[in-house]
């Protein structure tokens, strides 16, 4: 009989999780600064995809790039407010190594990734993306290994939904529906419009995991990002993250009335509980 193959989600911290599925690892927006407890061990063995939703201190670290000097197969998928230059990425220490290896994304694009390569899909043509630096060799690959697509954030960068190995993944980035005390109602109504226009893009299809901000600084609004996600889309398990180390919102949430028809689908995560197998 064949083994079962499990998913493996490791919390890292703040927005970062860390993804091993069947066919490759997947790792989003990781901060060495916001990162809780020890990275995990995981097989290098397998490609390595580095997801940087945009370029927030929160969501992004420079040390992502040292991970090409010992993986096997590593490629950095990153949001196009980080494009740096050649020049810049030699004066900050980034090496030819992982310069050969990294794609800028745009928002609202689909793409096709086939192992290090990343094509670009608009309408019916394929736009091979080029790295910074010139991979050495022709990378040739017939199979896709996953597609994705991105979303135009409510503040800075995107938001990427995810097909691989029969799932489809989805983390928010930070798109989400922002409220502050000082926003006027203008300014209120505009951010939900934004909101509702990138969820509707989405629509009805199947999600297996989500991560969602539920960002504890929004006072009394905290939950409206995750509770509008998930009532609008079909979202099987819903990842908390941005709490900035105050998980207690979780619960907080799931108590709340709101809550009451898909609070059974959030999980828990915390600086105790990193692991999670699906």
């Known amino acids: 009989m064949q083994e079962k193959k499990e ?36 097989d290098h063995k397998k490609p390595l995809y580095v997801f940087v939703s945009h370029k927030h201190q929160d969501h992004y670290s ?48 689909k793409y096709r990734v086939q192992k290090e390569i990343v094509l670009q899909i608009e309408d019916d043509t394929e736009i091979q993306l080029k790295p910074p630096y010139e991979q050495k060799e022709e990378l040739i690959s017939d199979k896709p290994v996953f597609e994705f697509e991105t979303f135009l954030s409510t503040d800075a960068g995107t938001a990427f939904l995810i097909e691989i190995d029969k799932k489809r993944i989805y983390h928010a980035g930070d798109l989400n529906w922002w409220t502050w ?24 299809r199947k999600i297996d995991l989500a991560f969602l901000p539920l960002d504890p600084r929004q006072e009394n609004d905290f939950f409206l990002g995750m509770d509008y996600f998930i009532k609008n889309t079909d979202t099987k398990m819903a990842f908390p993250m941005h709490c900035w180390n105050d998980y207690s919102v979780i619960q907080k949430l799931k108590e709340m009335e709101e809550s009451s028809s898909y609070r059974d689908r959030i999980i828990e995560v915390s600086d105790k509980q990193r692991e999670f197998y699906i």
């Open 7 to 42: 998913w493996k989600i490791f919390y890292l911290g703040h927005s970062a999780f860390l993804i091993e599925c069947p066919s490759c690892t997947m790792v989003f927006d990781y901060s060495e600064d916001y990162l809780v407890g020890d990275m995990p061990i995981w």
């Open 181 to 204: 005390k000082n926003q006027t109602k203008q300014e209120k109504e505009q951010i939900f419009s934004r909101y509702k226009e990138e969820i509707e893009r989405i629509g009805k």
């Open 62 to 109: 420079r040390k992502i790039f040292e991970w090409a000097k010992e993986m096997e197969s590593v490629t950095y998928l990153l949001s196009n407010d980080i494009r740096m230059s050649t020049t810049y990425m030699q004066k900050i220490g980034i090496s030819q190594t992982a310069g050969r290896h990294i794609f800028f994304l745009g928002r609202r694009k």
